[in-house]
């Protein structure tokens, strides 16, 4: 079982920053694949970013290419988002996930545990 628990959202100006956390339970951290979704108001969850377990490859969505980057440091049971050049359609509840076959992916089906997810806003 792996919890997690997001952290670093908050309101911003569009082109500002944030960094998003996401802290995870349990021993085996580095075995899994990490991924963050979000969800903006009367839209679906949507993928946004992904970081395998063996050689740390990401993929991205294309709408956060070039502005966004994964990342994750498996000695503090943590992966990082780091949001730059932020937008206001980037408004949304941003959600950490691990998928325990270690192979990142942007399918949301495959992964086996979410958080409660954190809000980000992004004002014009």
């Known amino acids: 079982q792996v919890q997690l628990v997001e952290s670093g959202g908050g309101l911003v100006q569009a082109g500002g920053s944030l960094r998003l956390s996401c802290a995870a339970s349990?021993?085996?951290?580095?075995?899994?694949?990490m991924g963050w979704f979000r969800q903006a108001p009367g839209k679906e969850r949507e993928f946004v970013a992904c970081i395998n377990s063996i050689n740390r490859r990401t993929y991205y969505a294309d709408s956060v290419k070039g502005r966004f980057t994964i990342s994750r440091d498996n000695a503090e049971n943590t992966v990082y988002l780091q949001m730059n050049n932020l937008k206001p359609e980037d408004t949304a509840i941003y959600y950490c996930?691990?998928?325990?076959?270690?192979?990142?992916?942007?399918?949301?089906?495959?992964?086996?545990?979410w958080g409660q997810g954190t809000q980000v806003t992004v004002s014009s």
């Open positions: 996930a691990a998928d325990n076959n270690g192979l990142a992916s942007t399918r949301e089906a495959l992964y086996d545990y």
């Open positions: 349990g021993r085996t951290f580095s075995s899994y694949s």
